[in-house]
T-cell receptor, first 112, second 115 residues
Framework: KQEVTQIPAALSVPEGENLVLNCSFT??????LQWFRQDPGKGLTSLLL?????REQTSGRLNASLDKSSGRSTLYIAASQPGDSATYLC???????????FGAGTILRVKS | DTEVTQTPKHLVMGMTNKKSLKCEQH?????MYWYKQKAKKPPELMFV???????INESVPSRFSPECPNSSLLNLHLHALQPEDSALYLC??????????????FGPGTRLTVL
């Protein structure tokens, strides 16, 4: 059974700092990994999708990497801003089927 | 257009009521999902429809009844709910299992309160 763990559970940083969020998964037989952002009481916004054959994806100040063999992904946020404050969730999809397995999330607070 | 819409945004219902949640997407996706999310927890998968057929039911109680009338619409019918069913209900869509990168797009959710 796939299990996804996110570290740290919460993170508070000053504005402008670069930061890394970590995601690990127990079963390396994944089809893809998706990073989401969720603001309080809102839906999930897809940030980056990495296919199992890819090593990284970039979008603006965000960079996500994937090491499938070791079961790890990182989300790098450059030059953090107060507007980046949210919960960040990673989720993996198995090689077959449509099911996403989520981590518990990292609550990020960027202080101005 | 990568938008998934959900109505209503908020719903308050008694334990004897019958209500429905609605979800719509126009991205041509053939897989649609219902998730339940409790406070400070990740989303939990409830149902998956693929090509308008129910493909996954995560042992959800029968007081929740999903329906996929066509490829763009997904409903969740609610009846005789319990207070512990109060949560944020999220709809999502993606390309189906057999095609594409299957990136999931989520709607804004319906905040359900059961009194």
């Amino acid at each position: 059974k796939q299990e996804v763990t996110q570290i740290p559970a919460a993170l508070s940083v000053p504005e402008g700092e670069n930061l890394v969020l970590n995601c690990s998964f127990t079963d390396s037989a994944i089809y893809n990994l998706q990073w989401f952002r969720q603001d309080p009481g809102k839906g999930l916004t897809s940030l980056l999708l990495i296919q199992s054959s890819q090593r990284e994806q970039t979008s603006g100040r965000l960079n996500a990497s994937l090491d499938k063999s070791s079961g790890r992904s990182t989300l790098y946020i450059a030059a953090s801003q107060p507007g980046d404050s949210a919960t960040y969730l990673c989720a993996v999809r198995g090689e077959y089927g449509n099911k996403l397995v989520f981590g518990a999330g990292t609550i990020l607070r960027v202080k101005s | 257009d990568t938008e998934v819409t959900q109505t209503p945004k908020h719903l308050v219902m008694g334990m004897t009521n019958k209500k429905s949640l609605k979800c719509e997407q126009h991205m041509g996706h053939r897989a649609m999902y219902w998730y339940k999310q409790k406070a400070k927890k990740p989303p939990e998968l409830m149902f998956v429809y693929s090509y308008e057929k129910l493909s996954i039911n995560e042992s959800v109680p029968s007081r929740f009844s999903p329906e996929c009338p066509n490829s763009s619409l997904l409903n969740l019918h609610l009846h005789a709910l319990q207070p512990e069913d109060s949560a944020l209900y999220l709809c999502a869509s993606s390309q189906a299992w057999s095609s594409g990168n299957r990136e999931q797009f989520f709607g804004p959710g319906t905040r359900l309160t059961v009194l």
